[in-house]
């Protein structure tokens, strides 16, 4: 885990990326909370259970809740 793609793409930059495909692009900045780059390649994010459902449809993940906010993990 935590490996960058074959394009190289940071991991911020691809968690931006995924909610961009989910959320309202105009909400994407106060969705994501944190993104996890060192240990593991994750991120944090608010999501409405309609965003939650569409994420874990298009993506690979490691779910952790905590209150209202997702945490993700990517999976390789």
Known sequence: ???????????????????QEIVNISLVRQ????????????????LTSQERE???????FLLHFSQNLMHYILRN
């Open 54 to 60: 569409k994420l874990a449809g298009k993506f690979s």
């Open 31 to 46: 969705s994501l909370v944190r993104s996890y780059t060192r240990s593991f390649n994750g991120f944090a994010a608010y």
């Open 1 to 19: 885990m935590g490996n960058l793609d074959e394009k190289h793409e940071s991991p911020s930059s691809q968690h931006f990326n995924i909610l």
